[in-house]
């Protein structure tokens, strides 16, 4: 048995092997470089209007990967279905989320609201949770942090994890 089991398993290397060495056939122009840089400062504002509150996780990891290296100030403008999740009234059903959002505010992320969107969705701002600042306008709130310096993201929520298996299954562990 050990010998079948040692067969397969050089089988399945040599494959891995083979088709390794096929994608650099394919490669002409060779592997990416890397360039490992420092930013300077950058202050950013997040352009967020999504579909599904749970959608807020891949923000808060996008938040978070941004902020670190940009070292500057770090606005989240929300002006879409999304607000729900800062209604005090969906606690329980948001509450991870709203966690997360908290533990971004607490390090310095600021949370600002469109009132309009608000207003539309049936909400006032005394429903919202206090790291909340609503705003008379979304889209105007992020033309002006853009005209103070700030730099414009629209964070899709489509999240990269594992994507690469997509494609190679056989490569995930």
């Given at each position: 048995?050990?010998?079948?089991?040692?067969?397969?398993?050089?089988?399945?290397?040599?494959?891995?092997?083979q088709?390794?060495?096929?994608?650099e056939?394919?490669?002409?122009?060779?592997s990416?470089?890397?360039?490992?840089?420092?930013?300077?400062?950058?202050?950013?504002?997040?352009?967020?209007?999504?579909?599904?509150?749970?959608?807020?996780?891949?923000?808060?990891?996008?938040?978070?990967?941004?902020?670190?290296?940009?070292?500057?100030?770090?606005?989240?403008?929300?002006?879409?279905?999304?607000?729900?999740?800062?209604?005090k009234?969906?606690?329980?059903k948001?509450?991870?989320?709203?966690?997360?959002?908290?533990?971004?505010?607490?390090?310095?992320v600021?949370?600002?609201?469109?009132?309009?969107?608000?207003?539309?969705?049936?909400?006032?701002?005394?429903?919202?949770?206090?790291f909340?600042?609503?705003?008379?306008?979304g889209?105007?709130?992020?033309a002006?942090l853009?005209?103070?310096?700030?730099?414009?993201?629209?964070?899709?929520?489509?999240?990269?994890?594992?994507?690469?298996?997509?494609?190679?299954?056989?490569?995930?562990?």
């Open positions: 048995m050990k010998t079948a089991a040692a067969l397969v398993t050089a089988l399945f290397v040599a494959g891995l092997a088709s390794a060495s096929a994608a056939a394919f490669a002409p122009s060779g990416a470089k890397v360039n490992m840089h420092e930013y300077p400062t950058i202050n950013a504002v997040f352009d967020v209007n999504y579909d599904d509150p749970n959608q807020l996780n891949i923000l808060y990891n996008f938040v978070k990967n941004t902020a670190k290296p940009l070292k500057g100030k770090m606005v989240v403008v929300t002006h879409g279905p999304e607000l729900r999740a800062f209604a009234e969906n606690y329980e948001y509450l991870g989320i709203v966690q997360k959002m908290d533990e971004l505010a607490k390090s310095g600021e949370f600002r609201m469109c009132n309009n969107a608000m207003r539309a969705a049936g909400y006032k701002p005394e429903d919202m949770y206090g909340i600042t609503v705003v008379p306008a889209f105007p709130e992020i002006y853009q005209s103070q310096g700030y730099q414009y993201i629209n964070p899709l929520p489509l999240s990269v994890k594992d994507v690469r298996y997509i494609d190679q299954p056989a490569l995930k562990k």
